[in-house]
């Protein structure tokens, strides 16, 4: 059961974030210059500097428990050493290539010879009415701790082996991109990660449980995804969203875990907020950081899994998400308080299992139906 503790400690913390994340906003003014106007309902989501995030510094944890318990999201700025523009060139440039250079990188289900079945690329698939995009994933392996297996392993040994599968950078011709665009990336995935660290801390000393980090040691599976939204040159009914029939490149979801998020000037998501979609404002040189169901659910519900949508716009438009997932071995079947999780109810025990069933769910385009085959 959850403590009375627990609770009351939450309800306080609650009440005092919105006070400290209204004064801290309204004084400091830490906001998105150009891009969000006074009286916009998302005028009161938090933006936290990168530098006392990181740092552990506890007088911001209840002004990102109150955005999170509020609007299901903050922004993260003024971060030392990232280059918005440079990522967003060096992506442009990767989904400029050949087809031949990036099917070569392209995972199993569009490319059978090869043995990668998550990182690396996959293209447009223009059958599926729930995603439209073209698509490129990093993770945090460099080297395989053993090849793809062909024997008779369990369903969950072969996807333990997949959440550790190396990345599969670009080999063209241009060995400057290829130098540069690994360097540009790889840094960005570390600067993410530690983003999505301090966040987890965050969240758990607000809760009294700093022990919550402790779920995401390995984080085998977090990915960075680069990411590419065509122009739709056909509509068809399963593009349009079920809620106000809006056209969409991405249909409306919950995210599971940590998501760190780069819209750079990109317009398109949305946010649902008080039974509206509502237009998020870009993230410009920083990131939009949200939680998924899997976190709200081990948290006990004191904070909201946003639910978002991307609609489709008449023009390009690119985004590099980073998922910061736990570890394949943590325990999601129960919360921090030990009450048992909808995860726990379902039979899930450790977050490699729930993921057997999960990823093919929500990256169809880019996974065969079983993970693993």
């Known amino acids: 059961m959850v403590s009375v503790r627990?609770?009351?400690?939450?309800?306080?913390?609650?009440?005092?974030?919105?006070?400290?994340?209204?004064?801290?906003?309204?004084?400091?003014?830490f906001r998105l210059p150009g891009i969000i106007s006074r009286h916009h309902e998302f005028d009161d989501v938090a933006t936290i500097p990168f530098t006392q995030l990181t740092a552990d510094n506890p007088s911001l944890d209840?002004?990102?428990?109150?955005?999170?318990?509020?609007?299901?999201?903050?922004?993260?700025?003024?971060i030392p050493n990232y280059n918005a523009s440079q990522e967003l060139d060096y992506l442009k440039q990767f989904f400029d290539l050949s087809e031949a250079?990036?099917?070569?990188?392209?995972?199993?289900?569009?490319?059978?010879?090869?043995?990668?079945?998550?990182?690396?690329?996959?293209?447009?698939?223009?059958?599926s009415g729930t995603q439209y995009k073209e698509l490129y994933n990093l993770g945090p392996h460099e080297e395989e701790e053993e090849e793809y297996?062909?024997?008779?392993?369990?369903?969950?040994?072969?996807?333990?082996?997949?959440?550790?599968?190396?990345?599969?950078?670009?080999?063209?011709?241009?060995?400057?991109?290829?130098?540069?665009?690994?360097?540009?990336?790889?840094?960005?995935?570390?600067?993410?990660?530690?983003?999505?660290?301090?966040?987890?801390?965050?969240?758990?000393?607000?809760?009294?449980?700093?022990?919550?980090?402790h779920r995401f040691e390995e984080s085998e599976f977090s990915t960075l995804g680069l990411r590419k939204y065509p122009v739709r040159t056909s509509v068809n009914e399963k593009m349009n969203s079920v809620y106000d029939d809006v056209t969409l490149s991405e249909l409306e979801h919950?995210?599971?875990?940590?998501?760190?998020?780069?819209?750079?000037?990109?317009?398109?998501?949305?946010?649902?907020?008080?039974?509206?979609?509502?237009?998020?404002?870009?993230s410009g040189e920083g990131f939009i950081v949200n939680v998924g169901t899997l976190i709200e659910d081990i948290t006990d519900n004191n904070i909201i899994a946003v639910r978002h949508r991307v609609k489709q716009v008449d023009h390009l438009r690119y985004s590099i998400p980073f998922f910061f997932n736990p570890s394949f071995d943590?325990?999601?079947?129960?919360?921090?308080?030990g009450r048992e999780t909808a995860a726990g109810a379902a039979?899930?025990?450790?977050?490699?299992?729930?993921?057997?069933?999960?990823l093919p769910a929500v990256e169809p385009s880019l996974l065969q139906d079983n993970l693993a085959s």
């Open 62 to 78: 209840p002004l990102v428990f109150a955005s999170m318990l509020h609007f299901g999201f903050f922004y993260v700025q003024g």
């Open 254 to 282: 919950e995210d599971s875990t940590v998501t760190v998020l780069a819209t750079f000037s990109n317009p398109g998501l949305q946010a649902l907020y008080k039974d509206k979609y509502l237009d998020v404002p870009p």
């Open 347 to 358: 039979n899930y025990g450790i977050f490699g299992e729930w993921m057997m069933d999960y």
């Open 149 to 213: 297996p062909s024997g008779d392993l369990t369903l969950l040994e072969r996807v333990r082996v997949i959440s550790k599968e190396r990345n599969r950078w670009p080999e063209t011709h241009d060995h400057l991109f290829n130098t540069e665009f690994r360097r540009v990336f790889k840094k960005g995935f570390e600067i993410r990660r530690s983003v999505a660290r301090a966040v987890i801390r965050s969240i758990g000393r607000s809760l009294g449980h700093p022990e919550l980090i």
């Open 6 to 29: 627990g609770v009351l400690l939450a309800s306080v913390v609650a009440v005092l974030s919105l006070l400290l994340a209204h004064l801290y906003n309204s004084n400091f003014h």
């Open 330 to 337: 943590a325990d999601i079947s129960r919360s921090v308080s």
């Open 101 to 127: 250079d990036k099917m070569h990188l392209a995972v199993r289900k569009h490319n059978p010879a090869n043995s990668n079945v998550y990182r690396g690329y996959g293209p447009v698939v223009g059958t």
